[in-house]
């Protein structure tokens, strides 16, 4: 039996953001997360966004499973239409029992309030509703999640919001703010990502790759980041716990 293909959800004026928001996080789990261990779309984050939108509009065709980076591909890409959603991506890396693992999920803002979208083998670690008055809150939210499954979060990284432009060139920001928050108190993580928050809502911030490309990378190690480029986001899930 062929199996039945989702509709790709539309919006409607008569749909409050939280219930649009909820039909595309619907939608992404009757894709299904991808348990399979092959990635079955392939998405370089250093692609422009016209060209991870076009990866988009594929998942939505072929309606395969999908995993935490694709669903953060494909939450941009419906959430496009609505200028007073802004999208940003939010990513972690945890350690547990001697491995770590690394996930992303979907950031979003809109009305004074925070929430996010994003898929998981962990129902508590992708969709948030749109209710967390703070970036941090937030952010504390998914770590209490992860520490249900022994998972301490190592660090956390804040990216840019994402233009509404479906056309553009610019590349997403990842990672503006990199938070080391196993070394940092609660009171300074919130501190640091208040600050962060603040800016982002006034657009006071530019990628961070316009100005210096190489800050990112890793000290000690010398492989060209382009030539790595493959590897992160396929390790990104398969092994996230998530």
């Known amino acids: 039996v062929q199996p039945s293909v989702p509709p790709v959800p539309n919006y409607k004026l008569s749909m409050s953001i939280p219930e649009w928001l909820q039909a595309i996080q619907t939608y ?3 894709l299904q997360y991808n348990h399979t261990g092959t990635q079955f779309f392939e998405i370089r984050k250093s692609r422009p966004l016209s060209g991870l939108m076009e990866t988009a509009r594929e998942m939505t065709r072929e309606s395969l499973p999908i995993k935490c980076l694709e669903a953060v591909i494909l939450g941009i890409y419906l959430t496009n239409g609505q200028p007073s959603v802004e999208r940003f991506p939010i990513s972690f ?3 547990f029992s001697g491995n770590y693992f690394h996930h992303v999920v979907l950031g979003i803002y809109c009305n004074g309030r925070y929430g996010s979208l994003g898929m998981s083998r962990r129902s508590d670690l992708m969709d948030k509703p749109l209710t967390y008055r703070t970036l941090s809150d937030l952010i504390f939210e998914f770590e209490d999640s992860y520490k249900k499954y022994l ?3 190592k660090k956390v990284k804040i990216g840019l919001y994402v233009p509404h432009e479906p056309h553009s060139f610019q590349p997403i920001e990842w990672k503006q703010l990199v938070l080391n928050v ?3 108190m609660r009171t ?3 501190k640091e990502l208040e600050k962060f928050a603040r800016d982002m809502r006034m657009k006071i911030l530019k990628p961070s790759s316009a100005h210096s490309p190489m ?3 890793p000290r000690g190690k010398s492989l ?3 030539r790595r480029q493959g590897s992160p986001q396929r ?3 398969r092994r996230d716990k998530s």
Do not use: G
Request: charge should be positive; proline fraction near 4%; aromatic fraction near 0%.
């Open 93 to 95: 890396k945890t350690h």
């Open 151 to 153: 998972h301490s979060v």
């Open 188 to 190: 300074d993580v919130r």
């Open 28 to 30: 992404m789990k009757m």
């Open 182 to 184: 196993s070394k940092m």
């Open 235 to 237: 390790r990104a899930c």
């Open 215 to 217: 800050k990112e990378r």
């Open 224 to 226: 060209s980041p382009r």
